[in-house]
């Protein structure tokens, strides 16, 4: 077996080449650029990064584990490793310093994403304890076959119910209007099946900072449907088109539990796929979900979405 070496990352001597790995292994290309952004907004939270090297000093791969923002005994991860450098020992010495490293660090869970077209990723998380918590998996829609016009007789009625359907932008996204995004979004979002009750925001300041400030935001791509009897925010789905992608992405569609049933999913989804067509000016859209979040994949599968490629959600409990 060749000798390989572990030195802490250095950000202009390898992020190139880690941004390069992470390219091959998710769903969207990572600059250098981003990398060192992504690097700096959460330094304070990163419990290690190190990167592998042979005796050549080529680099072969590299660890990257980041303590939550929810959980501080909870820890995500990378271990990537060159392709054609797999197999021998690298990702090995790398994740036994990154769970050496982590269990001084007194985070007692390790959670890991594992793309679902690598059985050879899943096998080495499971020889090593790990275990499947959730399925995400990706759908993509064709736009220009998408024949939204049934939808119309299903919006009218709604509308007639008294549910007035607009965006963060008619809305003039105000600060209290993105509270009451954050609240329906959150609590939506928490109780999709699949989720097991998990928040994706601290608070609503981390929602205005992580999601109203950030760069893919837009206020009219926010869809949401009110209840005018109650004022309460009923339904909401929101898309955007990332920059430098030919496609717009469907980030979240949610319905508040005491609306659901009432096809208000639907319809807001539709209204965010129409301004995707006529505004964002794309062929396509993606989205995720969670393999037990049936209903909503139901919706797009009815819409005409098909499945793409998705990853594991693995966990380790390094108390037992």
């Known amino acids: 077996m060749k000798t390989i070496n572990l030195r802490p990352a250095e950000l202009e001597r390898d992020f190139g080449q880690i941004a390069a790995l992470f390219s091959l292994t998710e769903d969207e290309p990572t600059s250098e650029l981003g990398l060192k ?6 330094r304070e939270r990163i419990i290690r990064l190190m990167v592998a090297e042979d005796e050549q000093g080529e680099l072969l791969g590299f660890n990257w584990a980041t303590r939550s923002r929810f959980d501080a005994n909870q820890a995500y991860f990378y271990v990537i490793v060159k392709p054609e450098q797999r197999g021998q020992g690298a990702g090995l010495r790398l994740y036994e310093d990154l769970e050496k490293t982590i269990a001084e660090a007194q985070a007692k869970k390790l959670r890991v994403n594992i793309r679902d077209t690598c059985p050879e990723c899943r096998a080495f998380a499971e020889r090593r304890g790990f275990s499947e918590k959730r399925h995400l998996f990706a759908m993509a829609l064709d736009l220009d076959a998408l024949d939204d016009r049934p939808y119309d007789e299903i919006i009218a009625r709604l509308k007639s119910e008294g549910f007035q359907f607009t965006s963060m932008e008619a ?3 105000t600060e209290e209007a993105q509270r009451k995004l954050y609240i329906l979004n959150d609590t939506a979002a928490a109780s999709t099946p699949g989720t097991d009750g998990e928040h994706s925001w601290t608070s609503f300041e981390d929602f205005q900072k992580h999601v109203c400030q950030s760069d893919w935001y837009k206020p009219a791509g926010q869809m949401v449907a009110i209840d005018t009897a109650t004022g309460s ?10 920059e430098g992608r030919d496609y717009a992405y469907n980030l979240f569609t949610g319905v508040d539990m005491p609306y659901c049933g009432r096809k208000l999913g639907q319809a807001v989804k539709v209204l ?3 301004y995707a067509r006529e505004v964002l000016n794309v062929n396509s ?3 995720h979900h969670n393999t037990r979040n049936l209903p909503m994949i139901a919706i797009d599968r009815k819409l005409g979405y098909t499945p793409l490629p998705g990853t ?7 108390e037992a």
């Open 233 to 242: 925010w009923a339904a909401m789905s929101a898309i955007t088109r990332m």
């Open 171 to 173: 809305l003039g996204n």
């Open 272 to 274: 965010a796929l129409r």
């Open 285 to 287: 859209v993606r989205t």
């Open 312 to 318: 594991f959600l693995m966990e380790k409990n390094l």
């Open 37 to 42: 952004v992504d690097y700096e907004e959460h």
